[in-house]
């Protein structure tokens, strides 16, 4: 195994050697002639002024008012393909203001209309796949958060929350907002309509950090008006323009909202005879204490609408992790984030975080670790700036369920920015049982950093510390009373590099064995993690011509060992990426691993468990997906090599079908055939997850999942409709089905639930 290793590593570094040294001379190179800017940072950053509306803007996507016949801002510059290089396409945009309003209004031409690609619309659509107009707004011009805006030439709605220049993305905001689109001969028309109280702010002069991008898909080409460097995004805010014009008087207005919901369902459970009804009622606050505070409260919620997530095949010794997807916990979110930026693999837009520890992971609330739900009585959170600080502060109180008690749970953050892109902070939580007082409680506190130098580099640290009691706690290692608490930290430093050739991102962690964090998702304790992420991005003219646009060998390594520097695990994995110029990408990748396994756990029910001891296995894998903005397409992952102690033969495929912008399905599957050192320790894991979704119009639809676990047959539906009866108010109606396929006559479990909520704006 170790000389396979030194073999990928030595290959793998002389590779990356040619392609740095062939860089200068090989990249593709767009001649100065044709108007290529070498380097987009070192542009001034543009400017543009916000026009006063005298008369009412007619929101049709018709640029007739006459506001619009201002003089536009024009002249976006390509990120992709060409980084530097002028669009291929015109695009004019137009600010102004008035009745309370932002307006945003955009003309962008194309010199072939009939070839735009719209493939959704459905709210918060995924933008790569599509031709997109989008606009950020810095509203407390910090260079650091914002809120982006997005619509297509049907006219979908898309909305983000941006926290420190993407270091989290939250594509679950909501706004209220309008906006209509028109196609026109020579490309499509935009008109947006924001109003102000929709969004915080702080006192100023007026002046937003502003940016637009547009996306030409049939080109894989994205543009800015403020330039960009391909590495990043329209989340740099750092490189935003500057909008100017605004009143004071407009900007930031209160906002109160009260969107009260009415809940009934009925459900049997798997294997029961009786249904039980259920009728139930909450209520949702949002207020704008200040114009850059804004508090939410909840009372009873309920997120049965919330779509049931995906199962998968664990073939490791930890936890799988699921993202949060309830709307309450997801606004606002990235306040209470803690930590660097997970690297951009370009690949996806879904960026997970890094699972050996996420600080605070909300979907701890409200679910009890073998993923029961517990009943949530209420909440509150505070979010916003105050005092030059960033802030955020939630509270919940959940009730018992099945002899788990009630907790309390609380957690402040506060966050300075410093210098010109940097910030330090605090993070301060606690879980507290209603029943037992003193007796079962956990607190966390820390301090983080986050500090970008010149050169493209930045440096993310932070310390916690954790103390507890619990008396029902089995690990330990003596038994707990009112004078014994089990205190810990965790640690971790990261430096990071991201360019557009180069990146380089290593770092250290470490975590005590009695570290616990009730509020936080970890897979272990009591380690020590060195990790290296390196790779270079070269792109060649000749491989342009082939149909790549860029190629990508990497290594992601990672080392564990405990505090005794017994190794416990090590994953190094080395891969070469190839992206295509249609946006298709395909990668080539080993992975050699070892973990240490103190006790026995168990991966398949129908075998053994893998015993205690030293593991060590090598795997190789191919992945990759075609273009996603056809009518067909396909992502696929097959690896083939050892595991455990035996072998795996690891596939799956999802065909993606979307013959127009109204309906889209795929079906995937994935089949895992593993062969253990016994006989009778082989099991093959088969399952099929079907997804489908259609849109009536922009704001109705229906959703469906269905599951079905070959191995332990099992088969799981959740339909989902959805009506958007007015802004921020829906109507749901929700369907579950879980059923076993044995042919034994258990009853499926069965839920119908119907959900009405109302936002009432004041």
Same mark, same amino acid.
């Given at each position: ?6 073999? /990928? ?19 593709? %190179? ?55 290089? #002028? ?49 950020? !707004? ?12 997005? =619509? ?9 929350? /941006?926290?420190?220049?993407?270091? &989290?993305?939250?594509?679950?905001? @909501? ?15 935009? $008109? ?6 929709? /969004? ?20 894989? &080409? ?25 009143? $004071?008087?407009?900007?930031?207005? %209160?906002?109160? #909202? ?10 049997? $459970? ?25 508090? @939410? ?45 997970? +690297?951009?693999?370009?690949?996806? =837009?879904?960026?997970?975080?890094? &699972?050996? !520890? ?5 979907? +701890? ?64 939580? /606690? ?46 290692? $003596? ?18 590099? &991201? ?24 897979? #272990? ?36 060992? @405990? ?134 119009? #922009? ?64």
């Amino acid at each position: 195994m170790i000389w396979r290793v030194i073999t /990928i590593t030595y290959l793998q570094f002389v590779f990356l050697t040619l392609m740095s040294t062939t860089h200068a001379i090989g990249q593709d %190179r767009v001649p100065a002639g044709a108007g290529l800017i070498e380097d987009v940072t070192a542009l001034p950053r543009p400017e543009i002024m916000a026009q006063h509306a005298s008369a009412p803007v007619h929101l049709d996507g018709v640029l007739d008012e006459s506001v619009w016949q201002a003089t536009p801002v024009t002249n976006f510059i390509q990120a992709e393909p060409r980084e530097g290089q #002028r669009a291929t396409e015109r695009t004019n945009v137009w600010i102004a203001y008035g009745d309370g309003n932002l307006y945003v209004a955009a003309h962008l031409y194309d010199s072939k209309p009939d070839n735009l690609v719209v493939n959704d619309i459905r709210k918060d659509f995924s933008e790569r796949a599509q031709d997109v107009f989008s606009v950020i !707004l810095d509203t407390f011009h910090d260079r650091r958060n914002g809120y982006v805006f997005m =619509t297509n030439p049907a006219g979908a709605r898309g909305d983000r929350q /941006i926290s420190n220049e993407g270091r &989290e993305v939250n594509a679950n905001w @909501d706004a209220i907002w309008r906006v209509e689109t028109r196609r026109v001969d020579n490309g499509w028309t935009v $008109e947006m309509e924001i109003p102000f109280r929709a /969004i915080r702010t702080a006192k100023g002069n007026g002046v937003w950090g502003i940016n637009f991008s547009r996306r030409i898909r049939r080109n894989n &080409e994205l543009a800015f008006w403020a330039p960009v460097p391909r590495a990043y995004g329209l989340t740099r805010l750092s490189l935003a323009g500057t909008l100017t014009g605004l009143p $004071e008087a407009d900007a930031g207005s %209160r906002d109160l #909202r009260v969107t009260p919901f009415a809940l009934a369902n009925t459900v049997r $459970e798997t294997g029961g005879t009786e249904f039980s009804e259920n009728l139930q009622a909450g209520v949702d606050v949002k207020w704008g204490v200040t114009r850059s505070l804004a508090l @939410d409260l909840t009372v009873n919620p309920d997120f049965a609408q919330v779509e049931a997530d995906q199962q998968r095949v664990n073939l490791t010794q930890f936890s799988l992790f699921f993202p949060e997807k309830r709307q309450f916990f997801l606004e606002n979110s990235g306040v209470f984030y803690m930590g660097d930026a997970a +690297r951009n693999t370009r690949a996806s =837009t879904s960026i997970r975080p890094d &699972e050996d !520890l996420l600080p605070f992971f909300s979907r +701890r609330i409200g679910l009890t670790d073998d993923g029961r739900t517990t009943p949530i009585h209420g909440g509150a959170r505070l979010t916003g700036n105050a005092g030059g600080f960033q802030v955020g502060f939630m509270t919940m109180r959940t009730g018992d369920v099945e002899g788990t008690p009630g907790n309390n749970w609380g957690v402040f953050r506060a966050r300075k920015n410093v210098f010109s892109s940097s910030d330090i902070g605090g993070l301060f939580m /606690i879980r507290r049982a209603t029943a037992g007082g003193a007796d079962d409680f956990n607190r966390v506190y820390g301090a983080d950093a986050y500090i970008r130098f010149p050169g493209e580099i930045d440096w993310s640290i932070y310390q916690l510390w954790s103390d507890a009691r619990n008396p029902n706690d089995e690990n330990a290692d $003596e038994p707990v009373s009112r004078s014994t608490e089990r205190n810990g930290y965790a640690f971790r430093t990261s430096l990071n590099r &991201e360019g557009n050739f180069h990146h380089i991102k290593f770092g250290f962690m470490e975590m005590t064995p009695d570290f616990q964090n009730d509020l936080g998702f970890f897979r #272990r304790t009591g380690f020590r993690k060195y990790f290296l992420d390196w790779g270079v991005r070269p792109r060649f003219t000749f491989m342009r011509e082939l149909g790549v646009r860029e190629i990508h060998p990497h290594v992601t390594w990672n080392y564990y060992e @405990d505090l005794n520097n017994r190794i416990l695990a090590k994953w190094l994995h080395t891969g070469i990426t190839f992206f295509f110029n249609n946006g298709g990408n395909v990668q080539i990748q080993a992975d050699p691993r070892f973990e240490r396994i103190d006790k026995p756990f168990n991966i398949d029910s129908r075998i053994d468990p893998i015993p205690a001891g030293s593991y060590s296995w090598n795997a190789w894998a191919l992945t990759g997906g075609t273009d996603a903005s056809r009518m067909f397409s396909l992502n696929w992952r097959g690896t083939l090599g050892e595991l455990w102690s035996g072998t795996q033969k690891t596939f799956s495929f999802t065909l993606n079908f979307k013959p127009s912008y109204a309906f889209r399905t795929s079906i995937g599957v994935q089949r895992t055939d593993a062969k253990l050192d016994k006989p009778d320790d082989s099991f093959v894991r088969t399952l099929w997850t079907s997804r489908t979704n259609y849109s009536f119009n #922009r704001d109705m639809f229906i959703d469906a999942l269905v599951q079905v676990d070959a191995g332990k047959q099992t088969f799981n539906s959740n339909v989902r409709f959805n009506i958007i009866h007015a802004p921020l108010s829906d109507f749901f109606i929700v369907w579950n089905e879980q059923r076993f396929t044995t042919g034994d006559g258990t009853p499926p479990g069965r839920s119908l639930t119907l959900k009405l909520t109302r936002m009432l704006s004041f």
